[in-house]
């Protein structure tokens, strides 16, 4: 069990095709705080080297999004995949 089983569980009860969350949205869900490498764009990125399993995008695939960090760095949106 990881941190981002809540991630996981969270994005399972969303209705939405596409949503963003902010990092400081993020950490409440988890109940932790983000490292510092959350904040590259290829930490979050559920299609960039799947044979590399992270349990932030192990998280996101389970339920179905794929997760990609904003332009601005400031958070992360999900997209549901179909």
């Given at each position: 069990m990881t941190h981002y089983d809540?991630?996981?569980d969270y994005l399972k009860q969303q209705?939405?095709?596409e949503f963003v969350?902010?990092?400081?949205q993020i950490e409440e869900i988890i109940d932790a705080a983000l490292?510092?490498?959350s904040q590259r764009a290829s930490w979050w990125e559920t299609l960039r080297s799947p044979q590399e399993k992270m349990p932030q995008?192990?998280?996101c695939l389970e339920a179905g999004y794929i997760a990609t960090r904003l332009p601005d760095g400031k958070g992360v949106r999900f997209k549901r995949m179909k």
């Open positions: 809540a991630l996981r209705k939405l095709m969350l902010s990092f400081d490292p510092r490498a995008r192990e998280a």
